[in-house]
């Protein structure tokens, strides 16, 4: 379950080390913007001893390495690799290509090292108008695509755009970062809110986000942790509900019923599916209940 | 054994170290400036030997100012120090 | 007749100083404070020896008064507090006689019974009237309330009353009045208004800070005290303030009117008051700007004594009422007691202050400290000394998981009913060392420092020099 995902700058020990007491569900140690590039090799060792030495048990590590066109990231994937994070996001991800390279590189380490090929997912960042164009094609593009990021800053950049809070200049990219997503039957996170302090903007773009169908968002800053978190776990009314479907479809199997219905609509099985969803995003918080 | 030259890594902010490294004729010298002095300064020193020992490297000059950093954000600190000292073009090469 | 008297020098004569005096000063000036340097340079010069200086706090300003330790002037301290400057130097051993650390309601307690005899206080008043009458609410130097000065005034042989802005008698706004005081002496400044009050206090950006007050806060809600009547008192610091602004939230969002707010008072208490989340504050010292506002204009927000705040000896204080406390610390121990007094390397650098007092007094006494600090781990098997008795806390919160003292076990269960993760304090520890490793314990020398006394005037520990 990654419902929040926390960017921490990889060469700043002071805020890797509480990655793990903050509240999200997954923390993205960067290896690429937030550290200069005359620091990306001390970086890279900090985050390697981090990962080795701390662990940071009930959060999920993901590796944001350099992308393609510099000359560190073939250097991030040896060091990173052999940790075997959860996820490693690829930034600046435009095409298939692309992803087949990175794959093709981490399938070589993969064989050497030993470990079962895919053990390492990917997580290809989408930040630029022609990552989002071909947003289907990387997503589908290798077995290790776990999931498919959207990126607004660079976005808007490419775009040639402003960047607001409302968002509407990236609005037509969500959209189909989702659909892409969800047509190649993986996951896809949502850009951070970039206004630290606004905490009303946080939530409002948060449950925006969940509107579209996205699973999970990225935040930069702690502070908004708890609020996507929120946002993006069933409430106490969706997971009483999904009982309730789950029940009545119980009990319509029972009486052999063709078609079943709660409070008067009919239940079909888009609706199950969802109260399924519910129900096992429930559990894994902690809110489900035990006989189901 | 590669040539040493002067190298410097880590940052002088709360929970971390800042390390220089110079050769020098003979021996290892290690100067070591911790706000942990008291509870991990001879650990911290013994690490650092330990680190260059194994690196074969036994001429040298380290001063440490440490500002609270863990073992493992020593190690790495130390490791850096070192790469970067055995290196002749730069940071990244 | 008035009582005011030209000179500082011709007070202390008046007033009887000699060899030996114990004199008493208050610290609502904190480290703005010009009085207590200016009447110990003048005792120095006129060549006096061998004082007891009873001060409720002192702070690195009050630096000066290391010298005159040296100099054989001063041979007693006696104080609630001191800050990390003026502690390196007594955990250096300048003073021969230990220190008498004592708490915020153990010292007027101590000084109304007779234990710490005042032969004059010396009164910092930022405005007082030709007879003696004073106030803290206004003038330059105004530092809100004078709650610490009460027992002082009330109890001294002499009392002298020094302000940098005297009106005619009689001033209507008194909180301390003209039938406790001897004599008055106007000078150009009793402190620079910079150190007295912060422009604002500044709640925490850390994030571990704020991971630890939203827990902090979660607690409370979970505790079953947060309901109408609800009574609460927080500290200065970052984490502890930040947690109050949590608890605002929750006050807010589900109607709880609390009846008081208590202590230290800063502006987030002030704005608690004004938004309906208390009927009053009880302020013994004002921590901001906004307070000392707050405490002229709002008849709400009432000045009180130590006394009131927090005696022991007193029939009902303030504290003996609160709910819930939130307070620091350097170090916990397995038994959760908390040492406030020096930092993880022995040295001097605080004092109970009011932590024991509400600690316990207050049904939920609450500690905030995170894991680990600089490398040192927080959770200790024994601290250095013994602030605040481990019987008297009830919730270790750390940003790992919130360890409640195993004799409070229905409180325990209610945490974890209210979704609280609840963990042994011996998981704490072990976690903090397996982060950090295992610091080479402190080795206590055979010098004393420090006496810690308890409330109850019990010695509760002792301060040693580090080996």
């Not at chain 3, 630096?63 to 006696?78: F, Y």
Request: net charge negative; glycine share 8%; aromatic share 6%.
């Amino acid at each position: 379950m990654r419902r929040s995902m926390l960017f921490l700058p990889g060469n700043t020990p002071n805020m890797i080390l509480s990655g793990d007491c903050l509240g999200a569900d997954a923390i993205i140690l960067d290896l690429e913007d937030a550290v200069a590039p005359d620091q990306k090799d001390a970086a890279r060792v900090l985050v390697r001893n981090a990962i080795k030495y701390l662990q940071f048990p009930g959060v999920e590590k993901i590796i944001r390495i350099n992308s393609l066109d510099t000359p560190y990231w073939q250097k991030d994937l040896d060091e990173m690799v052999p940790l075997k994070p959860e996820l490693i996001m690829t930034p600046k991800t435009s095409c298939a290509a692309d992803v087949l390279e990175f794959d093709a590189y981490i399938s070589a380490l993969e064989d050497k090292l030993g470990f079962e090929r895919n053990t390492v997912k990917l997580l290809p960042l989408i930040e630029t108008a022609l990552g989002v164009e071909n947003a289907y094609a990387i997503a589908s593009a290798s077995k290790r695509v776990a999931a498919i990021f959207l990126g607004a800053e660079d976005l808007s950049a490419d775009l040639r755009c402003k960047r607001t809070k409302e968002g509407k200049e990236i609005l037509y990219a969500r959209g189909r970062m989702v659909m892409a997503a969800r047509a190649a039957n993986v996951d896809v996170y949502d850009t951070p809110f970039t206004d630290v302090n606004d905490d009303e903007g946080i939530r409002v773009d948060a449950e925006f986000a969940k509107g579209l169908g996205f699973t999970g968002k990225a935040s930069i800053s702690p502070r908004h942790v708890g609020v996507i978190n929120e946002v993006f776990s069933p409430t106490q009314k969706d997971i009483d509900y999904a009982y309730e479907v789950m029940e009545a479809i119980r009990i319509g199997k029972e009486q052999g019923k063709g078609a079943v219905s709660l409070h008067g609509k009919m239940i079909d099985a888009p609706i199950v599916a969802r109260a399924q969803q519910t129900i096992d995003m429930a559990v894994a918080l902690g809110l489900g209940r035990e006989e189901a | 054994m590669s040539t040493l030259k002067k190298a410097s890594c880590g940052t002088m902010e709360s929970s971390d170290a800042y390390m220089e490294l110079e050769p020098i004729a003979a021996g290892v010298q290690i100067d070591l400036q911790s706000v942990v002095e008291h509870q991990f300064g001879d650990s911290i020193r013994a690490l650092a030997a330990d680190m260059l020992q194994q690196e074969g490297i036994d001429n040298v000059s380290l001063r440490i100012v440490d500002r609270g950093a863990l073992e493992c954000t020593l190690r790495a600190r130390l490791e850096t120090l070192i790469a970067r000292a055995r290196e002749a073009g730069g940071a990244n090469a | 007749m008035d009582k005011v008297v030209k000179t500082l020098r011709e007070a202390i004569q008046l007033a009887g100083v000699k060899d030996g005096s114990r004199i008493s000063f208050h610290h609502h000036l904190r480290n703005g404070d010009y009085v207590l340097n200016m009447v110990m340079d003048e005792i120095a010069s006129m060549g006096y020896k061998d004082i007891s200086v009873n001060a409720s706090s002192l702070f690195d300003c009050h630096l000066p008064l290391a010298d005159h330790i040296r100099s054989g002037v001063v041979t007693e301290l006696i104080t609630d507090y001191m800050s990390g400057g003026i502690g390196a130097q007594i955990s250096e051993g300048i003073l021969e006689k230990p220190v008498q650390f004592r708490t915020h309601g153990g010292r007027p307690a101590d000084i109304i019974k007779g234990v710490t005899p005042i032969d004059v206080a010396f009164i910092a008043a930022p405005t007082a009237d030709t007879m003696g009458n004073m106030t803290g609410k206004i003038g330059k130097s105004a530092c809100g309330s004078l709650g610490y000065a009460f027992a002082d005034a009330m109890c001294a042989k002499k009392v002298v009353v020094i302000t940098d802005n005297l009106v005619p008698h009689p001033l209507a706004m008194r909180s301390i009045d003209e039938t406790y005081v001897d004599y008055v002496v106007a000078v150009d400044a009793i402190g620079n208004p910079a150190g007295i009050v912060s422009g604002t206090t500044k709640i925490t950006r850390d994030p571990v800070g704020l991971v630890m007050a939203q827990t902090a806060a979660n607690v409370i809600q979970a505790s079953g005290l947060l309901k109408d009547g609800f009574s609460f008192q927080t500290g200065a610091g970052g984490a502890t303030l930040a947690a109050a602004q949590f608890l605002k939230g929750i006050m807010l969002k589900e109607g709880i009117k609390g009846s008081f707010g208590c202590g230290g008072i800063t502006g987030y208490m002030v704005d608690m008051l004004n938004e309906g989340c208390f009927q009053s504050l009880i302020d013994v010292q004002c921590f901001d700007l906004k307070a000392v506002e707050s405490i002229r204009t709002n008849p709400n927000h009432t000045e009180v004594s130590a006394m009131h705040y927090a005696s022991p000896d007193a029939k009902s204080a303030a504290v003996d009422s609160l709910d819930v406390v939130l307070l620091g610390a350097t170090e916990i121990d397995t038994d959760f007691n908390v040492n406030v007094h020096t930092n993880s390397s022995g040295k001097i650098m605080g004092g109970s202050g009011g932590h024991s007092d509400t600690a316990a007094g207050a049904k939920l006494a609450m500690i905030i400290a995170p894991l680990s600090r600089a490398r040192l781990p927080i959770v200790t098997d024994h601290v250095f000394c013994k602030s605040t008795p481990g019987s008297t806390i009830d919730v270790l919160v750390t940003q790992k998981g919130v360890a409640v003292n195993p004799a409070r076990p229905e409180l325990a269960a209610r945490l974890k009913e209210g979704g609280i993760k609840v963990v042994d304090i011996f998981e704490l520890k072990e976690a903090a060392e397996k982060l950090c490793g295992m610091p080479k314990p402190l080795v206590k020398g055979d010098r004393v420092l420090a006496d810690i006394i308890y409330r109850d005037g019990t010695l509760l520990d002792r301060i040693y020099n580090v080996r």
